[in-house]
């Protein structure tokens, strides 16, 4: 009959950490698979089971791929490609998903992607998921592209996120989103208003590049706590030593003029 319950293996398995990452070969600008490697190896650090979805063009994606949903980023002509497919075949699921607790990394083109849309240089407008409030517009191509360094403040953890931003679109966040930080070194979502990023529910936009987990191991923590809270309500992560990242942050930190907390 198979009537069964499993008692003792749900009580005692380790929460596993579920990732999916969106489009790895065609959204890939500066090594943002990195990233992935950084999550997965923290939560295998920790003993937990890890498993990564890839999932690419004309490919349907679950709501239960994962837990973590990755995107991230590229050159207009990447991004059309993927808005099209997003809004096509993946945005009802990708929806549902983060209804549902699922976390979402979305970082420069993916970012923008996950607005409402994105004006690009040349040619028609970009539909995004709409997962943010946000919009984006690139004022030509002869306009100064927004590049450099990037470190910027984050509302509830101790030290400052680090990264590298490249992008020529300007973002503007609408009343439904709240921006992941206040820039203190660089140009962030439009180089005007001070804010960079974007967050809502526990969809997280940032034109931080890099990868930009390697120089920032709490919010690594963060993505992961956030994703196993969807099927592990109160779990705890244990602390690894970060002493190597510390020195690099502090180093970075010092040479743009800002100063790591503690
Ligand atoms: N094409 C977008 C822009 O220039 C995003 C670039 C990127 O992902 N680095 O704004």
Known sequence: MGGGREVLGALSAPPALRICHLYPDLLNLYGDRGNIMVLVQRARWRGLPVTVTEVGLGEAVAPDAGDLFFIGGGEDRQ????????????????????????????????????????????????????????????????????????????????????????????????????PLGRVLTGFGNNGEDGWEGAVSRRVYGTYLHGPFLPKNPAFADRLIREALERRHPGVVLSPLPDAQAARARAVMLARLGQRAAG
């Not at 009802?92 to 849309?117: N, P, S, T």
């Not at 953890?157 to 300007?170: A, C, Q, T, V, Y």
């Open 79 to 178: 991004q059309r490609i993927a808005s099209d497919d997003l809004c096509r075949i993946k945005r009802a699921a990708l929806e549902e998903a983060m209804r549902d607790g699922g976390v979402m990394l979305a970082v420069c083109g993916g970012y923008q992607l996950a607005g409402r849309y994105y004006r690009p240089a040349e040619g028609e407008d970009l539909q995004g998921l709409g997962l943010l409030d946000l919009w984006t517009e690139h004022p030509g191509p002869t306009t100064r592209r927004l590049i450099g360094n990037l470190v910027i403040e984050v509302e509830g953890m101790d030290d400052p996120l680090i990264g590298f931003e490249n992008h020529g679109g300007r973002t503007h966040l609408g009343p439904g989103a709240r």
